[in-house]
């Protein structure tokens, strides 16, 4: 890493409260940061309460799962997510006239390669008003690049950024009638638009920490976040949220065609309904 990067530490504390006594559970976690050509993973666990064996595996798109079973009764179920990553400032970044062509993007080594990640999912499909305005904006741009960059405008520029506008269930069409949403919801949205111009899109979770100036050794509440990736003969990473390349404030977790792949504690169990589910995030700049 040079010295333009930055060292992280990040604690995830994820869990449900239920009504009464459950007696077994089943569960995958997925907040273990991936190594990769833009971040390295110096240290990382999982730690579960109640108690619980675990293991790791890396899932179809190549996210770490942390799994575990539990079958002593219990009427909470903590994961606490440990990791200590450096990170980079964003790479060369292409121009908005450079990338693959519109017809490149059609060949069947392109169309055949990334074929899950161009179609629409229950949270990135579109109505007609959208795929319109899709179409609009494809239309003006020269390049596939200028246009994904053109959608992140747009989207960033109707949407606006509101925590608890909508819940993990919502998709594009919700936040799109709102004109409000989260991270997720404008994700899903620039995703969906991507992919409705024919352009290979995945949705990408991870943390974020809010602070570009942030001084080192203070702890701040980060947040979970999403931001996106388009396919233009390379992968790009863009954050519509913010407006921003993804760089050294994003910690990449997992990749996917939508949240649904990608959530970051779900399970099944045995026993009374869940009387809710806490999240807390906490970031920490070492360097």
Same mark, same amino acid.
């Given at each position: 890493m040079t010295v333009d990067s930055w060292r992280l530490r990040i604690q995830h504390k994820s869990g449900f409260d239920y009504a009464g006594p459950v007696s077994s559970s089943y569960n995958e976690a997925r907040m273990?940061?991936?190594?990769?050509?833009? +971040?390295?993973?110096? !240290?990382?666990? *999982?730690?579960?309460?109640?108690?619980?064996? /675990? $293991?790791? $595996?890396? !899932?179809?798109?190549? /996210? *770490?799962? /942390?799994?575990?079973?539990?079958?002593?009764?219990? !009427?909470?179920l903590t994961v606490t997510a440990t990791s200590t990553v450096e990170t980079l400032p964003p790479g060369d970044l292409l121009e908005a006239g450079e990338g693959s062509s519109w017809e490149g993007l059609t060949q069947p080594e392109s169309v055949d390669r990334w074929y899950e990640l161009v179609l629409p999912t229950k949270r990135t499909g579109l109505d007609d008003e959208l795929s319109g305005i899709a179409a609009d904006i494809k239309a003006a741009h020269a390049t596939p690049h200028a246009a994904a960059l053109a959608v992140c405008e747009f *989207?960033?520029?109707? *949407?606006? $950024? +509101?925590?608890?506008? /909508?819940?993990? +269930?919502? !998709?594009a069409l919700h936040a799109w009638e709102q004109r409000k949403g989260v991270c997720q919801d404008i994700s899903h949205l620039t995703v969906g638009m991507l992919r409705e111009m024919g352009m290979p899109a995945r949705y990408v979770s991870g943390y974020l920490h809010p602070q570009p100036s942030a001084a080192i050794g203070d702890s701040v509440i980060g947040q979970s976040h999403a931001w996106v990736e388009w396919w233009v003969g390379r992968w790009t990473a863009f954050d519509p949220t913010n407006g921003v390349p993804v760089g050294e404030r994003h910690v990449v977790v997992g990749r996917g065609r939508e949240y649904g792949d990608v959530p970051p504690l779900k399970g099944v169990y045995a026993g009374p309904k869940s009387t809710g589910q806490g999240v807390e995030v906490t970031i920490t700049r070492l360097r």
């Open positions: 273990w940061p991936r190594n990769e050509a833009r +971040q390295a993973v110096l !240290d990382a666990r *999982v730690e579960v309460w109640p108690p619980a064996r /675990t $293991y790791r $595996y890396e !899932d179809y798109w190549g /996210t *770490v799962v /942390t799994a575990f079973d539990v079958h002593a009764k219990h !009427d909470a *989207v960033r520029g109707e *949407v606006t $950024y +509101q925590p608890g506008a /909508t819940g993990v +269930q919502s !998709d």
